[in-house]
């Protein structure tokens, strides 16, 4: 079982996958988690050069293969291994952050954005995937509360571009059935219960009584 979660900067996408893993694990089950762009040597290496807000100089498309290059790196040394051996994997980002971000976000073309995404990630597309949706004005009224060096070079990017990426993300979930989009405003409590019933309904993964 591998589950992904996509969202807009501070949707709380973090607080929900640490829900999750402890409540997997407390059902029995091998649970490993990671985040994107990351989760290897190689990979950490490319988010370094991805969010260093000194790289003005980055090019969309250079930005759009550098999270390809880290992603393909991710599945083959760590998703794929794990699913194998009968962990569930839960991805904080994937695959469907590049449509978001670099298609929908930056404008590169959507079309050619899916067949490098499927070349980066082969059969490794998630059976699960929870988008958490927040309008923008409240990912940013979350963002004020961090202090400006603790922001990377995507997440100072501006309104307009996260609401490029948060109609994206709508529009990609409409797209693909694996996807749950959920209310992002209602309290962390409210949104683990409704990812944990969503959960019980894929049938095998736990066995409730
Ligand atoms: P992400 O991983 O999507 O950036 P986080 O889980 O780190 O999001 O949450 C971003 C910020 O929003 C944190 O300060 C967190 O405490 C807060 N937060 C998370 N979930 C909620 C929620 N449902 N309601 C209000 N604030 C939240
Ligand atoms: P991160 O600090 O992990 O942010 P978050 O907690 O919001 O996930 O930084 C990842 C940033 O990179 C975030 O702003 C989203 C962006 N991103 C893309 O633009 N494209 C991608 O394919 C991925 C995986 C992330």
Do not use: W
Not at 60 to 67: A, G, K, P, S, V
Not at 119 to 143: H, M, Q, W, Y
């Amino acid at each position: 079982m591998f589950i992904t979660f996509e969202g807009i900067d501070f949707c709380g996408k973090s607080t929900q996958v640490e829900l999750l893993k402890n409540f997997l694990l407390q059902k029995g089950k091998k649970v490993i988690v990671i985040r994107e762009p990351g989760g290897t040597k190689i990979s950490e290496r490319i988010r370094e050069i991805l969010l260093d807000k000194k790289n003005e100089e980055m090019q969309f498309e250079t930005e759009f293969l550098l999270f390809s290059a880290s992603r393909s790196q991710l599945v083959r040394e760590v998703i794929a291994p794990n699913l194998e051996k009968g962990f569930v994997v839960i991805s904080d980002r994937f695959h469907d952050s590049s449509t978001a971000y670099q298609g929908y976000g930056r404008g590169l073309d959507i079309q050619k954005i899916k067949v490098i995404n499927s070349f980066a990630i082969g059969r490794f597309v998630p059976n699960l995937t929870f988008l958490i949706d927040i309008p923008v004005e409240e990912s940013i009224k979350r963002k004020l509360l961090k202090s400006n060096d603790e922001l990377d070079r995507i997440e100072i990017s501006s309104k307009k571009f996260f609401n490029n990426v948060r109609n994206g993300y709508l529009e990609i979930a409409k797209e693909e059935s694996r996807f749950t989009i959920i209310d992002g405003t209602q309290s962390i409590e409210k949104i683990h219960n409704q990812i944990i019933d969503k959960i019980i309904l894929m049938k095998g993964l736990i066995d409730e009584k």
